[in-house]
Nanobody
Framework: QVQLVESGGGLVQAGGSLRLSCAVS????????MGWFRQLPGKEREFAAA????????RYADSVKGRFSISRDNAKNTVYLQMNSLKPEDTAVYYC?????????????WGQGTQVTVSS
């Protein structure tokens, strides 16, 4: 009965910033590691960022490292993805998901996703 709802996407100029949110219900957020994934147009869904259950460790795909930052607020059952220095190549639907650890395995609790479009 876990439900994930992503929000915060939109249209932004290259070099700009967006902050995505993932609200979790059905289970306490502290029970899981959390991750952000994205699906580029015409591509398969790919890993972007992950954070351990206690926030002690984060990891990022090389494509977003240094520009994106994942964080969590377990008291609010919410995970965030701060995206800076956005590039047109970041245009994608962004999803969050829960997992056993920040290295996986990941569950199948995908939400609707939120669209991020970066213009030149």
């Amino acid at each position: 009965q876990v439900q994930l709802v992503e929000s915060g996407g939109g249209l932004v100029q290259a070099g700009g910033s967006l902050r995505l949110s993932c609200a979790v219900s059905g289970r306490t957020l502290s029970s899981f590691a959390m991750g952000w994934f994205r699906q580029l147009p015409g591509k398969e869904r790919e890993f972007a960022a992950a954070i351990s259950w206690n926030g002690g460790r984060t990891r990022y795909a090389d494509s977003v490292k240094g520009r994106f930052s994942i964080s969590r607020d377990n008291a609010k059952n919410t995970v965030y993805l701060q995206m800076n220095s956005l590039k047109p190549e970041d245009t994608a639907v962004y999803y969050c998901n829960a997992g056993t650890t920040d290295l996986g395995p990941w569950y199948n609790y995908w939400g609707q996703g939120t669209q991020v479009t970066v213009s030149s």
